[in-house]
């Protein structure tokens, strides 16, 4: 929703305060387009719906995530474990042609909501832009209690170190790992 300024209590046919227009019947002000004292008024930027979208391909929809329950046990069972500083990554195959991401930060964390939540969105964030690049496998993403601490830009500098070990594996089974 764009706010249009009030103009100033004036009456329209003031010829001295400017190029203020009148009132519309509907209740709505024109924006001045000068003011005699400052100049030209510049117009407001764009605005939240007015931005531009990401591209499609960048996007995060649902066959890009994990929702069931059965989905996250499975991987508990099969995975294999990938650790880094802040996270720990469990990655298996899937036989989706897509990569999948599932999220579990848990109160251990961050007590706070708001808190976790930045974690989720930097990792949802950096999947989107990456997920393209990465062998069709289910990602659960584990963080540690010491990202909470973390800044944004070097978790988001971790989960690309950590993608990048994904993409390596391509699509490598669990098969050798300590979980048999």
Partial sequence: MRVVPRAASV???????GNVAAPRSSGAV???TSHPKVGPVETPGPTCTERSEPPADAAFPRVARLL???DFA????ISRRIGTRHFS????ANTLAV???GL???KRVSKKAVRRNRIKRIARDSFRLIRHGLPPVDVLLIARSSADLEQNAA???ELVRLWERIAALNGASAAGTMRD
Avoid: H, M
Wanted: a positive charge; zero cysteines.
């Fill in 99 to 101: 990569a999948r991401l």
């Fill in 30 to 32: 024109d924006i001045p």
């Fill in 104 to 106: 579990a930060i848990s």
């Fill in 11 to 17: 009456s329209p046919s003031d010829p001295s305060r």
């Fill in 68 to 70: 069931k329950a059965s």
């Fill in 89 to 92: 990554a469990e990655v298996a």
């Fill in 74 to 77: 499975r991987l508990r069972g």
């Fill in 155 to 157: 978790l988001r500098s």
